[in-house]
């Protein structure tokens, strides 16, 4: 039989970073895992999602490049509306690229992730120096795997991608679809109540199966819940079962 998981107490305790230590503490009072994924193209149907389920989430993970109205005002909005329901922001940026480029794009542009995003995504795919570029005060999680229908991310890369993330100090976890060892958080996306996936090569998996079967730590749902005629009631309804899920593998 499979050794109980790490509660995430122990899990903040095996923590050096001050992100993923705030990220667990946040789980820990709200009694939720759930990170909800808003995937919508307008400024004001986030600040607005925000709002109502803020209370319910972790963390609200974004991709600012869809957005067709971003503005600074936007972004100031969104971090007091963070700060005031005690969420973080993650940019899904999933970057992808040699250092140099990859620096470019975190400080620059119009969004200047680096100035408001508490954690951020980033492919391995360019080695380990590429992650150099990021800021210390910023959780780094890497994409081990994808949850997607015939992603190249096998075992082999898999393997790769967590070595490097286990050596850097500025990886706080991985993406991925299958447990990790204890040092870094899992984050698991492709994870839906209603669906078993889309026309476009997504699988979902239920919370129960990947709390049981991978140990995840946080669940992230985006259509689940945006999509839903109620995401208010989704997001309580996700945040349960999640926290249920992780219960039961104590
Ligand atoms: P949905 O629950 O609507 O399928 O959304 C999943 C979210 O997680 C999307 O924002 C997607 O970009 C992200 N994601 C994923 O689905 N699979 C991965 O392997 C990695 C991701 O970041």
Redesign the pocket.
């Known amino acids: 039989s499979k050794k109980p998981r790490l509660k995430y107490e122990e899990k903040k305790e095996l923590q050096e970073h001050p992100v993923a230590k705030k990220l667990l503490s946040i789980a820990i009072e709200k009694k939720s895992n759930l990170i909800a994924?808003l995937?919508v193209t307008q400024t004001s149907e986030i600040l607005d999602l925000a709002k109502k389920i803020g209370d319910y989430v972790v963390a609200i993970?974004l991709?600012t490049d869809i957005l067709t109205d971003f503005s600074v005002d936007y972004i100031n909005e969104l971090k007091s509306i963070a700060q005031e329901k005690n969420f973080l922001l993650f940019e899904?940026r999933?970057f992808g690229d040699i250092g140099n480029t990859q620096q470019l794009q975190f400080e620059q542009g119009v969004y200047k992730i680096s100035d408001w995003a508490d954690l951020i995504?980033s492919h391995v795919i360019a080695g380990e120096n590429s992650l150099n570029v990021f800021s210390e005060n910023i959780g780094v999680v890497t994409?081990a795997?994808?949850?997607?229908k015939g992603?190249l991310t096998d075992v082999t890369y898999k393997q790769k991608a967590i070595q490097i993330s286990e050596k850097n100090s500025k990886v706080i976890g991985c993406?991925a679809?299958s447990s990790l060892p204890d040092s870094l958080l899992l984050f698991t996306?492709?994870?839906?109540l209603d669906s078993k996936g889309?026309s476009k090569g997504?699988q979902?998996n239920t919370p129960e199966k990947v709390f049981r079967e991978y140990y995840t730590d946080f669940i992230?749902?985006?259509?689940?819940i945006?999509?839903s005629a109620n995401p208010v009631e989704e997001a309580q309804k996700y945040r349960e079962e999640g926290w249920r899920s992780y219960e039961a593998t104590l």
């Open positions: 994924s995937d993970k991709h899904d999933k995504t994409i795997e994808m949850s997607s992603t993406v679809q996306p492709g994870v839906n889309d997504q979902f992230i749902v985006g259509r689940g945006y999509k």
